[in-house]
């Protein structure tokens, strides 16, 4: 009896057949009544990943000497850990070691981790700062860095770092504006627009928390600009920027329009105010499309101003197109009134950001 093995690819352990003879009245059954075939695997076990390294550090940002504990949340099998800290120091071998920075400095932290198939890296971003000397003038100053200058999920941030010159008695509530592709709220976590840096403290983080992936194919830019407030005074630097990442896909080629005026003031026949509505850059300008528009303020549409119909076609190969605002004679009012301008939806065409624009047109005075 020949047993026909059929190979295939899975690993298996060893598998046997048994042949056992059956009693009958045509013949006796001896002994022995049974065989067993063992069919050995041929199949060879997929090869070891390796592991997954993984760490978080606090803090990331702060004046020298500025002591960062580092926590390993590594996973896979692991058999051995190297921690390179950037600055020229030891390397460490430990799972979750500890680190002085004592120079000020940008520093990339680094954690290898080794298994036996094969090993896994990862860095965080570590911006050290000098201690900010006393204000010579008795005030306080702030300033801002971006301590971690790029964002790509939810699991790697941006940090911006404001500082203090000064006394640091008191806490102090820095305000800040935000600007950008990247919507606050949307394309990252609500930011308030300000932060409050503690007593006995002299920096605090306004962190970029990405709510997912990116919108965008490249990256983009976040822009936090310091704005004045009580109880503190805006030095240098008073802005900076966080990068997030972009998702490395094919570009949006649909048609997105927004709108801004070009000339945002107008006093009489010879002297208009111009908005543009512009098709975003990337999408297709292989054909005319036609945007619809509404407008809204004090000063009335063919009254005021010369009539506008509603719509603009923005031509074939081109990518923008002017909606002119001519006033009628001089204005019927004796202070500034503005026209508001707002993009609708329509076929052909998604509402890109901003939407809307504003023209003033000159009082009378």
Not at 324 to 335: F, V
Request: a negative charge; glycine letters at 12%; zero cysteines.
């Amino acid at each position: 009896v020949l047993v026909q093995v059929l190979d295939d690819q899975i690993v298996e352990l060893p598998e046997m057949v048994v042949l056992t003879l059956s009693p009958n009245d045509a013949y006796n059954v001896g002994v022995p009544n049974s065989a067993t075939i063992v069919i050995a695997d041929d199949d060879q076990p997929p090869p070891p990943q390796p592991p997954t390294a993984n760490f978080t550090a606090s803090p990331t940002s702060g004046n020298a000497a500025l002591t960062v504990q580092f926590t390993d949340q590594s996973s896979g099998s692991i058999t051995s850990r190297d921690w390179n800290f950037g600055d020229g120091s030891s390397h460490s071998s430990a799972q979750s070691p500890s680190h002085t920075y004592n120079t000020a400095g940008d520093y990339t932290a680094t954690l290898t981790v080794t298994g036996s198939g094969g090993s896994n890296s990862k860095s965080v971003a570590i911006h050290v700062t000098t201690a900010p000397l006393p204000s010579p003038d008795g005030r306080t100053w702030v300033s801002v860095v971006a301590s971690d200058k790029r964002a790509s999920g939810p699991g790697d941030i941006g940090v911006f770092t404001i500082t203090r010159a000064g006394s640091t008695a008191t806490a102090v509530t820095v305000k800040y504006s935000l600007g950008g592709t990247p919507q606050n709220g949307v394309d990252y976590q609500t930011l308030p627009g300000s932060v409050t840096i503690p007593a006995g403290a002299t920096s605090a983080d306004v962190k970029v928390i990405p709510t997912g992936g990116s919108r965008w194919p490249i990256d983009k830019d976040v822009y936090l600009m310091l704005e004045q407030g009580s109880g503190y005074l805006v030095g240098t630097p008073n802005f900076d920027t966080v990068t997030i990442t972009g998702n490395g896909q094919p570009a949006d080629t649909r048609t997105w329009v927004s709108v801004v005026a070009s000339d945002s003031r107008a006093s009489g026949p010879g002297d208009i105010g111009v908005f543009t509505i512009s098709r975003r850059a990337g999408g297709s300008t292989a054909t005319a499309v036609t945007v619809n528009y509404s407008l809204g303020g004090t000063p009335l549409n063919g009254v005021d101003y010369q009539t506008l119909p509603g719509t603009v076609t923005i031509p074939a190969g081109a990518a923008s197109v002017q909606v002119k605002l001519i006033p009628i004679g001089n204005s019927r009012w004796p202070i500034d009134k503005e026209v508001y301008l707002m993009l609708e939806q329509g076929s052909g065409y998604l509402v890109d950001t901003p939407n809307y624009a504003i023209v003033t047109l000159a009082g009378s005075g």
